[in-house]
């Protein structure tokens, strides 16, 4: 058995299970949410599970029968080698809890289970964190439950098979969708590391000089041209793969919900244009691709106005269409605030599994401008 740890309890994990959408959060809702988290806090005795296998090349995992259905696991899973399964509970006392609100009171049982979830949320975090580290120089990707996309549900039965649940951490299996407390299977890939940090690895240049070069008129954004003139894009990403570079940055550089009444497109239309202008760079060589992350162009509170939660839901948006697009790592480029810093990678480790690299401008005595 695996070792499970909750460390807390997120309240945007726990807004986002219940469907939060941004909206101001009555005070009365607010105590009630917390009430709700604490006593998930106060119950919960995490127990978990996990298991490796090798990936065939038919999508099935070795020494199994077990073939994952659909088409979103196995284009997660490109690219990999192995595959882990996982399954975490937070005992039978939070089990007890979730199912007796649910006869006494549904408003109170909405909030717990949301609550649970975010509390399954932070176990898996947790556990991803010490398998990261135990399987370094690999990365995993993102996790998937059955029943998310087009992973049925059905397929849980093979969990409960292969990982033992019902024997290693005591949940029985049912027909009916469980509680988000009481178990939660997953499914993610490892894959090899993207750069050993050993090498020597060339990356790209500039991107918007090269566009202009090709026609790129004065003023317009360069971002536009990864959905009006994907070929132009694409031929600059060659030309350096054939200079030598084995990390291409997407040209996604200024792209964010901060200016997308300026483009005209949203968010995630440019950046998976953005994703697939350099993938389409790549013919056989191995080429990496980096989701690019730059600036929001606004200055973070106190010195600015933008808040930190805004700034991190932000950079949220650019890197959850950069990781459904199939970027391999992303890169938060020429960042001269520290704290915008932090926003942009807590997003992207909250919301991938893709290694990071950061890079900062500096003034001329050696500091950052913020």
Known sequence: MADAKLTGISRKETLQYLGWLGSPIP???EDEISRCESRILETARPRAVWRLF?????GSLAGTQFRPEGQDVPALLKDCSQVILMAVTLGSETERLLRTAQARSMGDAVILDAAAGAAVENVCDNLCRDLEAQFSPRFLTDRFSPGYGDFPFSQQRAFFDLLDITRRIGVSLTEAVPPAGCLQPVLFGRRESTVALTDITLLDGGMGTQLQAAGLPVGQLPELWNLTEPEKVTAVHRRYVEAGSRVLYTNTFGVN??????FGHSVSELVKAGVRCARAADRGEGIRVALDIG???QILEPLGTLRFEEAYELFREIV????DAGADLIVI????????VKAAVLAAKEN??????TTMTFEASGRSFV
């Open 27 to 29: 005070d009365e809702l």
């Open 54 to 58: 090798d990936l065939l090349p038919d």
């Open 257 to 262: 919900g901060l200016k997308a009444t300026r």
């Open 295 to 297: 600036p929001l162009g």
């Open 320 to 323: 959850i269409a950069g990781r």
């Open 333 to 340: 480029e020429t960042m001269s605030d520290l704290y915008e």
């Open 352 to 357: 991938s599994c893709l290694p990071v690299w």
